[in-house]
Nanobody
């Protein structure tokens, strides 16, 4: 079983910065991508940023130039550095890990989600 732990959310003023962290643990065999999604009240969940197994990154247009996704020094960790935050960035942010996990009989596809961390941008 794979567990995802997110941290770093909170209340920040417009123009401020926050750093979200995500750590995956358990029977992970390989990771193909690590992603951050967010879901604002009354809106569908949207992909914010991803980093794949060779370090390629992708960002939603709404966060380009403001957010940076990176792998952490610790194994199976990913960070999301957010700057120039605006009220429209207010949402619950979710970490997603895709890859494969170990089972007693071999490996199977992994698609794990964290429980989310709330980011509120308000003065």
């Amino acid at each position: 079983q794979v567990h995802i732990n997110e941290s770093g959310g909170g209340l920040v003023q417009p123009g401020g910065s926050l750093r979200l962290s995500c750590a995956a643990s358990g029977a992970i065999f390989s990771i193909s991508s690590m992603k951050w999604y967010r879901q604002a009240p009354g809106k569908p969940r949207e992909l914010v940023a991803l980093i794949n197994d060779v370090g390629r990154t992708m960002y939603a247009d709404s966060v380009k130039g403001r957010f940076t996704i990176s792998r952490g020094d610790a194994e199976n960790t990913v960070h999301l550095q957010m700057s120039s935050l605006a009220p429209e960035d207010t949402a619950v942010y979710y970490c997603n890990i895709a890859g494969s996990e170990l089972e007693s009989w071999g490996t199977q596809a992994l698609d794990a989600w964290g429980q989310g961390t709330l980011v509120t941008v308000s003065s």
